[in-house]
């Protein structure tokens, strides 16, 4: 119940309505007191009255005339001439002496809260004006007692009724709270766990009904986000069911090109001057085709499996691929050296990290070896305080336009003719899986330079 929005509700409800009768209490209590002196006031001067009628009263008729008015005194100022009316012994000496003539509204809770906390009986000189001018002042004395038993029965009525109305109240608003806000509420909940359970069905798509504004409007913002969802897992899958068909077709492809490419082996010795004059072009185009299937079906995985981290000698591995890329460039008239320190070591998955330094070595030898001319990649990287940074930097012709603006984006970055872009997007994935990135530092005729960052935190790996 307590954790119910309409239970929470309830409850709060109920304090707050007690609060504000707590604060109306204060000077209900003390408007009660002064309505209790006053009425002492006027016995008083209503008894004095028989005194006015009779100079002499019997002792039994005066004391019946104070016993009925609550007092032991009364003393009626008349024309300056102060006149003691009906008297009694007073038990004890006077304790305070309270004028009602001039009494503020703080003056009246201040004496109220104190009569309240103080329980014993004492005896008290009240003042106050006589009903209808009938003099300047009328004064009695009377004890405390009484007075405080009548307020505490008084504050104790008000509480019980202050409580009987707050609980009423809060009924009410939960009823009111239950079917304006909580039934709407969990409909909605409702209409989500529906969805949830199968969101390829159109008929858990939430219906906006709410009479509610700000309820219609979740509503609604639920119901176009479900809409969306729908359509995108939709097309989602669509997706999934033609890269599942070009994985296929990419893998059978990829087994024919390979037979191809061995018979064009044997063309290659072919004694025709035109055969051996087309046959390289041949060749390099089977590669080609090859490549990119190699290139499709590996991109076409699932997943990435997460990075298992290790402590990597990055000296090492960076050597391991200059030595593997000069082999590969051939007579290409491409350096590719490791300027890394022999004993920096980072964390990261060193199969997972080979491969993002390679890609980028691999493009930046192609596209040197493109232009004909020589040129040099360089492997570098330093270790900051809060990331390793890794660079490779080229000479090479620089990245053209399209390849800029679709960097990351695959069979669409590729940097010279017959690339596919894998190489970055597969790169830059691999580093986003480490919490790092790929950027892209600058480029131009003087060469390219792209810097991977591997953060050092815990969080970020």
Known sequence: MLNT???????LTTVFVMLAEVLIFVPSIARFREDYLSDRLQRAQIASLALLADDMLETELEAELLENAGVYNVVLRRDEIRQLMLASPIPQEIGATYDLRMAGAMVLIMDAMNRLLRPENEI??????PVRDAGLLIEVTM???????AMVDYGVRILILSAVISVFTALLLFVAVRIVLVKP?????GYMQRYAA???DGRGIINPSSGVVELREAEEALMQLQTELTHALKQRERLAQLGGAVAKVSHDLRNILTSAQLFTDRIEMSEDPLVRRLAPKLVNSI???VSLCEGTLAFGRAEEPAPAFAHVALGELAADIA???????GEAGVEIVSEVAPGLMLRADPEQLFRIIMNLVRNARQAIAATGKPGRVV????????AWLITVADTGPGLPKKAQDNLFTPFQGGARKGGTGLGLAIAGELARGHGGSVMLKNTGPEGTVFEICLPKGDGAL
């Open 5 to 11: 929005l309409s239970g929470r509700f309830l409850i």
């Open 124 to 129: 008290i000189r009240v003042i106050g004006a």
């Open 143 to 149: 004890e405390t007692a009484p007075l405080r038993a």
């Open 185 to 189: 509420i969990k409909g909605v909940i």
């Open 198 to 200: 199968a969101p390829e």
């Open 287 to 289: 590669t080609r085709a």
């Open 323 to 329: 030595e593997s890329e000069t082999l590969a460039a």
């Open 379 to 386: 492997i570098s990287a330093s270790d900051g305080d809060e």
